[in-house]
């Protein structure tokens, strides 16, 4: 298994611009998540997914969409980046147990 | 989530136990307490949870007071690969983890 991987791992976005990070996952875990993480801080969870077709809301959802149409796939999209979306983002799944895997990461810098 | 209170960092020698102490004092009664690490600028790793019992596996120990009020997360032999940021969790919804600062633990030679 190739776990969680995410793609691009590295992204620099000009102010307006828009993109998708993508993350997916082989194991068919169910939940998935993305999170941020802004140097220095720990990482704070931006949507997440209990299933195909169900998204919802975590702490800091605003500037970005979600959609899960399949099991595997759980991209992000940043609809007009903004400076204040430079940050390590982070998607990770879990099979509804206790363990969430986490993916490497995307470093993403808007200027 | 009950709000988790770290120490911003701590040193530890290796081949000693690491013990990464965590205040939890508002936990609820059906919020786990969770730990995970973060090495480098990896993804974060889950190590152990729990709910009352203290728990052990083949990374670590997790000891829970009898008040739930706090806990503690014992690396028994610390390596050089431990170094790394590890964060406290308390919550009743694995899929919703609100991540803290975390402490630093730093192993030294």
């Known amino acids: 298994n190739a776990g969680v991987t995410q793609t691009p791992k590295f992204q620099v976005l000009k102010t307006g611009q828009s993109m998708t990070l993508q993350c997916a996952q082989d194991?068919?875990?169910?939940?998935m998540s993305w999170y941020r993480q802004d140097p220095g801080m720990g990482l704070r969870l931006i949507h997440y997914?209990?299933?195909?077709?169900?998204?919802d809301q975590g702490e800091v959802p605003n500037g970005y969409n979600v959609s899960r149409s399949t099991t595997e796939d759980f991209p992000l999209r940043l609809l007009s980046a903004a400076p204040s979306q430079t940050s390590v983002y982070f998607c990770?799944?879990?099979?509804?147990?206790?363990?969430?895997?986490f993916g490497p990461g995307t470093r993403l810098t808007v200027t | 989530d009950a709000k988790t209170t770290q120490p911003p960092s701590m040193d530890c020698a290796e081949g000693r136990a690491a013990n990464l102490p965590c205040n939890h004092s508002?936990?609820?009664?059906?919020?786990?307490v969770y730990w995970y690490r973060q090495i480098h600028s990896q993804g974060p790793q889950y190590i152990i949870h729990g709910l009352k019992n203290n728990e052990t596996n083949e990374m670590a120990s997790l000891i829970i007071t009898e008040d739930r009020k706090s806990s503690t997360l014992i690396l028994p032999h610390a390596t050089l690969r431990d170094t790394a940021v590890y964060y406290c969790?308390?919550?009743?919804?694995?899929?919703?983890?609100?991540f803290g600062a975390g402490t630093r633990l730093t192993v030294k030679p």
């Open positions: 997914s209990v299933g195909a077709g169900i998204t």
């Open positions: 194991m068919n875990h169910e939940y």
């Open positions: 969790i308390a919550t009743y919804n694995n899929n919703d983890m609100r």
């Open positions: 990770a799944s879990t099979p509804g147990g206790y363990e969430q895997y």
């Open positions: 508002t936990i609820s009664g059906n919020e786990y």
